[in-house]
């Protein structure tokens, strides 16, 4: 058991995107998905004291997400990463393990399903939000997860989901 300070990993599937692209890496952002970044941008604002690291996809959608978090967030550091792109639930902690460092605070965005899933795997427990998660997640939602151990220690069921919450506009 260690007794470092709890650690926050955010999560974040990208904002709704078209499908109007050459290329899947290359699909932008719909004008309500850069609205609904702006406002996933806004709430993870509030709910978030610092962020020290942002690691992003290298799809044009998530980068266009990133952007509003990026500026709202005022992370210390911002990584574009392909593993978060191609290699799953592994990638990311694969990144986590490399980037983390002594980062408190991670924002991750990235894509389904590899964000539910690897929400749903670190859980510690069998309860409603894993059940939520198991569903996947739409687009526009972070996953907030507590993780009370070094990022190179993240391991299935180490850590507990705090929050799910999806960026909605409001008429």
Request: charged letters at 30%; glycine letters at 4%.
């Amino acid at each position: 058991m260690t007794t470092d300070p709890m650690r926050r990993l955010v999560l974040v599937r990208h904002s709704k995107a078209s499908h109007d692209a050459v290329t899947d890496l290359e699909r932008p952002l719909t004008s309500k998905g850069a609205a609904l970044a702006g406002l996933l941008a806004k709430e993870l604002r509030k709910r978030l004291e610092s962020t020290d690291l942002l690691v992003v996809s290298p799809a044009a959608r998530a980068r266009e997400t990133a952007r509003p978090l990026r500026d709202r967030l005022e992370p210390a550091d911002t990584v574009v990463r392909e593993e978060i792109y191609n290699l799953g639930p592994n990638g990311i902690l694969q990144v986590l393990a490399e980037e983390g460092g002594d980062a408190s605070t991670v924002v991750v965005v990235g894509h389904e399903p590899t964000i539910s899933v690897l929400a749903h795997i670190l859980h510690d427990t069998d309860d409603d939000l894993a059940s939520q998660i198991s569903f996947g997640v739409p687009t526009a939602t972070a996953v907030v997860i507590d993780v009370p151990c070094r990022w190179t220690e993240l391991e299935p069921k180490s850590a507990r989901i705090r929050e799910i919450f999806t960026a909605r506009k409001r008429d």
